[in-house]
């Protein structure tokens, strides 16, 4: 039996067919294997009983390019628990059948490729993934019901979102949510829509039905599925103690709008005493977003602190992490950015060798271009990533301490009481941020807060960053984010997205333009 498709040959790739050896090669063999395996763990965990549910997966070749590789599917409509090796469907890696299970006899019904096959190939097409799950748990069904008007499902501050791939513990994971169908195959375009406006996620939500869930291997998949279900657990038994699975500290559920369980009205305990709010649609952001230099954290701090910590100590801190693969990333980051600095002719940059040279000429050259990135004040990935890790061991070696104003603590208390959520954004990178509030002049800031924002989202003074950050918010409309910087450029930015602006005063700030049209604060209090 042959069939087309691209196979390796010599070590290389040729388009033509796929032999019967190659399908019944070691690594096929062992694909199909693990394929069934793995279904009858899933089955007792609940994932895919009653038949539904579904998973598949490459098989793994080094000769031949990922996009290219053969792919093994379930079947669908069969008693997954009970699955052999031999069930499985063989597709090219265009979707293409090209082997199908025999039939068996009554009462088993004749083999059909899995309904989630459409969307399985999305995932594979869109994302290069290497697996694929579709679960049907019913932790998964019930946390897209909580709330049946919900996009998005979002939790912060749990342990196993640190399962998740590109997820810390501090972070924010969000996870698209889509509605159901009546057939699968139906759910294909809103799970690709889902896929593309969501390039963070490794999963999508399919209201009162289940999960899809991917990673680049079958053990990623397999291991953040595991975490999406434990999570999901977590969020439905916090909600049926009263608890708010998606904030910081998980406190009581509060309704940001006001309108709480009794006649909308809630109690808020400051320092100055209790308030009574009774806040009508629109009177109070939904969510604040913060600048640090000149709007929490004074920009002395920045500039005399943080800069010349990270100049004076950029050399030891490459020489002693060089062959880290932490450090190699940041090189590599360097390298791209200075390549592009040299074609644009940028005042500063100078080659960086290659490895072959040495250790110490690759970072002195290194060192000159970030001491000339951070003499311009550059707002770059690759400058702002090495400066987070260069900080992170000085706030381990109790050498830095985060600075923040006297009122952002109260401030940050305040509204976390009101169930405000609240962001930072910043030309410093995540970790740089978490690093100041966490290890702060006030404590540990970091509860108080849901989420980071880096340049990674886009530039500061481009509108088209704060959109970024808009649809990544859980927000009917971008005026009910409230926005905090010291910069006009930003304020403007910002504006232009449709976000409310207030411009920060604070002691060092530069100089506004007459007539700029933002309101102004010189302290969050009076926010």
Known sequence: MAVATTVAVNGGLKMGSVSQAYLESKAVKETRSLISELCRQFYNLGWVSGTGGSITMKVHDSCIPKPQQLILMSPSGVQKERMEPEDMYILSGDGSIITSPSPKPYP???????????????????????????????????????????????????????????????????????????????????????????????????????????????????????????????????????????????????????????????????????????????????????????????????????????????????SATYATAETQDDINLLRSQVVDDLKQGVLGAVPIPLEDVGKEEVIAALVANVEAMIKADRKITALKQLQGHIWRT??????????????????????????????IYSSGSRLAQRLIFGNSNFGDLRKYLSGFFDTAVGNKRETRSYVEIFESLGVDEPSEILFVTDVYQEATAAKAAGLEVVISVRPGNGPLPDNHGFKTINSFLEI
Request: proline share 5%.
């Open 108 to 318: 088993h019904k004749p083999p059909k490729c899995s309904d989630c096959a459409p969307l399985f190939m999305k995932a594979y097409h869109i994302r290069n993934a290497g697996a694929v799950i579709h679960s049907h748990g019913m932790e998964s069904c019930l946390v897209t019901m909580i709330n049946p008007l919900s996009k998005e499902f979002r939790i912060t501050h749990m342990e196993m979102i640190k399962g998740i791939q590109g997820h810390g513990y501090y972070d924010e994971l969000v996870i698209p949510i889509i509605e159901n169908t009546a057939y699968e195959n139906e759910l294909t375009d809103s799970l690709a829509k889902a896929i593309e406006a969501y390039p963070k996620t490794t999963a999508v939500l399919v209201r009162n039905h289940g999960i899809y869930v991917w990673g680049d291997s079958w053990i990623s998949a397999k291991t953040q599925a595991e975490s999406y279900h434990y999570l999901f657990d977590a969020a439905i038994k916090l909600h049926q103690l009263g608890l708010d699975w998606s904030t910081p500290d998980h406190g009581p559920i509060q309704n940001v709008k006001g309108v709480s369980g009794i006649n909308g009205r809630i109690n808020v305990s400051t320092k100055a005493g209790t308030v009574d709010s009774n806040y009508k649609l629109g009177s109070f952001p939904h969510c604040i977003v913060l600048d640090i230099e000149g709007t929490t954290t004074p920009i002395s701090f920045v500039t005399d602190v943080l800069f010349p910590y990270a100049r004076n100590n950029v050399g030891r801190h490459l």
């Open 394 to 423: 000085g706030f381990e070696n109790n050498e830095l301490e985060g600075v923040v104003f006297d009122d952002v603590p109260e401030a940050l208390q305040k509204w976390h009481s009101l169930g405000v959520k609240v962001y």
